[in-house]
């Protein structure tokens, strides 16, 4: 269900614990070169090669490949020459962090403006292997070759952008625990399924909080996703004004006025708080009161995010912002969550104690005491539309009502959610709509 994701202390760490180190890293450096070698020589063949090699282990493993390629080798600060069709980037390995130097900057930008394609070892040069973070300069890679396992900055943003295709070598070293791991569509095995002794309830019953007029249709998205994703029952409390237009959109749904709230939680197995709820003091003030006196387990999303504070409560509990949101949660601009992801994440997940879910094409889940899960696997550029955010919202309600803890939950729902884009099969033009429809099946492909 999870694949381990390295960061440069843990594949030290798996270096170290190799037979005969140090004594070994020349061995390992050839097995790595090689990797590398092999990966050009087959999709590059008879290509004009250079490699660009550091001082480092990594420069190591590019002057290998280098010579098994018949290229040249160009070390740190010579220039790049314009004639190469294969571009090695040896420069930095998964050991580097923060801004390359001047002469090392410089041929990084030749790297990326030279036109030719280009290969990178372990981790593009100017990349954070750890963390995905990129301070300066950084190769644009179209292929990264990756020794072992992949590493948290190939996966996670904005690291992710510059990796290309991963292609992952075994050098023959064993694996190891690492404090972040890659979700596998594996994961929605955990997923209750309905069985013969269910009932409406029992199969995931969910109560809906939101749909303010103007906004009918996030609340409507949210509970017709939780429907499709397996929950038994779904009722919505909204304003009195927008219960006849919700009437219309979501028939299956129990429509209950937003002043009976507390009396709907009764039945409700998991809430769902958010989806076009509004901003207003009063609506702040019953998410509040929601999270802090009820046992029940909860998403926040959308309007329900907006000014939180920490809250006191038992029961699984996942935030699921987007950048923007989570920057407001934590006082930093978006632009700073974008560059720094897993931070922002560790500083919510200090600030709320409980499960957030950072939205984006590498969506990272945090938990207190536990490693951080990434879904990364599957990057789908229609999903930047309005509503699919209410939808995954549906999901992880209906997961949560059926019994996952908040992190395993939120995960889960990820992974169904790009599922069912994948599954919708509409790279453009593709709706919030079409992710609901598709989810039976995306959930369907995994029994």
């Known amino acids: ?11 030290r760490e798996a270096e170290e614990a190799y037979p005969g180190y140090p004594d070994s890293i020349p061995e390992l450096m050839e097995r790595a070169g090689g990797a590398v070698a092999d990966a050009v020589a087959w999709r590059f063949p008879g290509a004009r090669v250079v490699a660009v090699c550091g001082k480092g282990s990594n420069g190591g493993d590019g002057r290998i490949a280098g010579e098994k390629l018949g290229g040249r080798v160009v070390e740190v600060g010579e220039e790049v020459p314009d004639d190469a069709e294969v571009i090695v980037d040896a420069l930095f390995g998964t050991g580097f962090h923060g801004i390359p130097r001047p002469e090392a900057a410089r041929q990084i930008e030749q790297i990326n403006a030279s036109g030719a394609h280009v290969v990178a070892v372990d981790v593009p040069s100017g990349v954070d292997a750890s963390t995905g973070e ?78 303010s007029p103007g906004m009918s249709g ?24 927008s219960l006849p237009i919700l009437e219309t959109l979501v028939v299956e749904a129990v429509k209950r006025p937003l002043e009976e709230v507390f009396d709907a939680v009764g039945r409700a197995g998991a809430l769902a708080l958010g989806p076009g709820l509004g901003r207003s003091p009063e609506k702040k003030e019953l998410v509040r009161r929601l999270l802090e006196e009820t046992d029940v387990p909860a998403v926040v ?19 699921t912002p987007h950048s923007g949101e989570l920057g407001r949660l934590i006082g930093e601009e978006s632009s700073w969550v974008d560059d720094h992801r897993l931070e922002a994440l560790a500083r919510a997940v200090d600030r709320f104690d409980c499960a957030v879910l950072l939205k984006g094409a590498d969506t990272l889940i945090g938990a207190p005491g536990r490693p951080v899960l990434v879904h990364g696997t599957h990057t789908i550029p229609a999903l930047a539309t309005a509503g699919t955010g209410d939808v995954l919202t549906g999901i992880t309600a209906a997961f949560l009502a059926k019994g996952l803890d908040a992190q395993t939950a939120a995960a889960a729902a990820s992974m169904a959610h790009g599922l069912a884009a994948i599954r919708a099969g509409k790279p453009r033009g593709m709706v919030a709509g079409d992710v609901i429809e598709a989810l039976p099946h995306a959930l369907g492909d995994q029994d």
Do not use: C, W
Not at 155 to 171: C, K, M, Q, T
Not at 218 to 241: K, N, Q, T
């Open 301 to 319: 999303d959308a309007d329900a995010l907006y000014e939180l504070e920490p809250f006191s409560r038992e029961a699984p509990t996942v935030l």
């Open 1 to 11: 269900m999870f694949e381990p994701l390295y960061t440069s202390e843990e594949m």
């Open 134 to 211: 990129v301070a300066g300069a950084a190769v644009q890679a179209e292929l990264t070759v990756t020794f072992h396992g992949l590493k948290v900055g190939l996966v996670v943003a904005p690291g992710r952008f510059h990796s290309g295709e991963i292609e992952l070598a075994n050098i023959g070293l064993e694996p190891r625990e690492t404090r972040h791991l890659r979700v596998t569509d594996h994961i929605l095995a955990l997923v209750p399924r309905k069985n013969e002794g269910d009932n409406k309830y029992s199969a995931g019953s969910v109560l809906l909080v939101g749909g």
């Open 218 to 241: 996030a609340a409507a998205l949210a509970s017709r996703a939780a429907f499709r994703a397996d929950a038994g029952y779904v009722a919505i409390a909204a304003p009195a004004e």
